[in-house]
DNA sequence: GCAAAAGTGTTATGCGTACACCCATGG
DNA sequence: CCATGGGTGTACGCATAACACTTTTGC
């Protein structure tokens, strides 16, 4: 009853214009436990009740798309600090029952420690990506999140984004199995140290890494702030 | 006063309603007698008006993004057969004065022969990509022209995009001085050859270029008629 | 025969890749 | 002293980059 009337609500207030309705999506991720994340709603309403689905919400008028992203991200999760990049726009006509809804996807990357310190997880929740379940995600986000996790890789590949993944101190292992988890591949580690030093994306803190049980790791941090094209594999 | 009764109308129809409009804008790219060229319009109306703009159009409910891209080259080139992939979607209020239209650009790339066959040239016209006075383009139109030209640049290094604005047949001179337009750079002619020969994206087509007074280059094809990705430079 | 563009090979250098052992620490 | 992950160097093969002369045709 509720569904319908929101349903019936939203058909008239938008779909008797006949324009389509602009929405904006946000695939997040995050490593969490050293595996790949994304932060998920579960959707409490008819259409796709039940399903996993983005983050997302219907654009405001008078603000650019960057502020729509930011206004809907803090409501959707109370996430604050995120890398943002805009991803594709999506406009089947049949991607949602209620109308014609075409969505200005976004990719966003965060540290953990950042989401923990800011995310509601009564409306989001962290679902590790190699094990969630493709059949229980709803509209056409898992297409949507298909074309940000080949972005992902690609971005990995031709520049330092990993930057906005790791914890602002890591070990070079941790960011080899970082780099091995979304790139899909084992890498050699001294190839792998090797190329990461030589382009000069990363520094020793000159810390260490006391927890663990065996030789302490050297702490490392990214040089840059900036996103910056590198050919890292 | 025309232009003031169909501002008004747009504003009426669409403004009040406090949602963003949603359009769509296509640069198109061609090669007309060996120079990179944009396939621009002569805005008539005010805002912007005597400025070049982009071919575009406003969204029609119902229909998929592609089909809308397809349906607005048409209405406003004429153009039918294109190389077509989106490129970004542009939102900032203010970018048009009449009210706040997010369009979801695309790029496009014609061959020649295909553009003259079709285009209306009483409605567009080519422009020289070198010789386009930044000045006289309207709305954000310059900035969406950049970004498109930005993503040729790239596609033409990773890609064998190139086959979408060559003709069926050409020489390697001419295909050389297509990718020293487009990258920016000289290439040498050896290394250039050899590179391309051995991507094996393109084939001898058997026949020669009888149409110049010395000696006559080898006729070339493309092999593939998919997008490949492709290391060029 | 001359002008003009087509066509062709070799060498040097840098980069990616493959590969195995010693080191430092906690328990 | 042992288990565990941290850390290190070399050799080979391939791809890139630099470089200049001969060939074919029309006029």
């Known amino acids: ?13 938008i779909f008797g214009l006949s324009i389509p309705v602009l929405a904006l999506d946000v695939v997040i991720f995050t490593i969490y436990h050293g595996v790949l994340c994304l932060v998920l709603a579960k959707r409490e309403k008819e259409p796709s009740k039940g399903t996993f689905i983005l983050p997302g919400g219907l654009m405001k008028v008078g603000i650019s798309l960057e502020e729509n992203f930011d206004d809907i991200l803090l409501r959707k999760t ?71 996790h080949q972005r992902l890789i690609w971005k990995f590949e031709y520049t330092n984004i990993a930057m906005n993944i790791l914890p602002k101190q890591f070990t070079l292992s941790e960011l080899q199995w970082v780099y091995e988890m979304i790139l899909g591949k084992e890498l050699d580690k001294r190839n792998f140290r090797k190329k990461i030093l030589s382009l000069e994306m990363i520094q020793e803190t000159g810390e260490l890494d006391r927890d663990s049980s065996n030789r302490p790791a050297k702490l490392y941090e990214f040089k840059d702030k900036e996103l910056k094209i590198v050919e890292v594999f």
Request: net charge negative.
């Open 78 to 148: 109370g996430i604050t600090e995120v890398y943002k990049e805009q991803l594709y726009s999506f406009g089947e006509p049949d991607r949602d029952t209620r109308g014609h809804i075409v969505t200005v996807a976004y990719y966003a990357l965060v540290d953990n420690d950042v989401l923990l310190r800011t995310a509601d997880l009564t409306r989001v929740q962290l679902i590790e990506y190699n094990s969630l379940d493709t059949t229980s995600i709803g509209f056409d986000h898992k297409k949507i999140i298909q074309y940000a």
């Open 1 to 13: 009853m509720q569904s319908a009337t929101i349903q019936q609500e939203f058909t008239k207030n």
